[in-house]
């Protein structure tokens, strides 16, 4: 024989959200003040990415005009190396000694090319290794700013496209290297 059940109501789905306080103005305040406060966050770290990327970047991607050649890095020091510089565009002129900035990406004795920053004897490397090495620094903010919108907008969808965004421009710059 099979026992009788008892006639009880089946437990309602639960919901993954928490309940709302009834009437919260203040809190509604206080959840739509934290979402401000964050969003301008995200927006400050990612301005400053693309601002510390733009520095080099632009010399790299607006290089028409510019001087444009090689140069073989004879020695480096510190933060710096440099070597003899050979033009490559019409206009330019060659140079005893430029200087870059020293990276895992310049080697003593390698030949790179090159853009000459205008007023300087500064040069940035071209080409693809060194469009993605400019933008590394938006690479570093994309991440930063994936745990904030994680973290504070609580928005993780998001939160993983910039993070993932981030580790793949790093990523290629880090192989194209």
């Known amino acids: 024989m099979i026992p009788a059940m008892p006639a009880t109501k089946a437990p309602a789905p639960r919901s993954r959200r928490?309940?709302?306080?009834?009437?919260?103005?203040?809190?509604?305040?206080?959840?739509?003040?934290?979402l401000a406060a964050m969003g301008a966050v995200v927006v400050v770290i990612l301005i400053a990415g693309v601002w510390g990327s733009w520095g080099c970047a632009q010399h790299v991607m607006l290089s028409k005009g510019?001087?444009?050649?090689?140069?073989?890095?004879?020695?480096?020091?510190?933060?710096?190396?440099?070597?003899?510089?050979?033009?490559?565009?019409?206009?330019?002129r060659a140079r005893e000694r430029v200087d870059v900035e020293r990276s895992v990406a310049v080697e003593t004795g390698e030949t790179y090319t090159v853009v000459v920053k205008p007023g300087s004897s500064d040069v940035v490397r071209t080409g693809p290794a060194g469009l993605l090495?400019?933008?590394?620094?938006?690479?570093?903010?994309?991440?930063?700013?994936?745990?904030?919108?994680?973290?504070?907008?609580?928005?993780?969808?998001?939160?993983?496209?910039?993070?993932?965004?981030?580790?793949?421009l790093i990523t290629a710059?880090?192989?194209a290297l």
């Open 66 to 92: 510019r001087e444009q050649g090689t140069m073989t890095v004879s020695r480096c020091d510190g933060e710096t190396c440099w070597g003899p510089y050979e033009p490559v565009s019409t206009g330019s």
């Open 173 to 175: 710059a880090w192989v």
């Open 133 to 168: 090495h400019a933008w590394v620094p938006l690479g570093g903010a994309l991440l930063l700013a994936s745990v904030v919108v994680a973290g504070g907008l609580r928005m993780v969808r998001s939160a993983w496209m910039l993070g993932g965004a981030g580790i793949a």
């Open 18 to 34: 928490r309940p709302r306080p009834a009437g919260g103005g203040a809190s509604a305040a206080l959840r739509y003040g934290r």
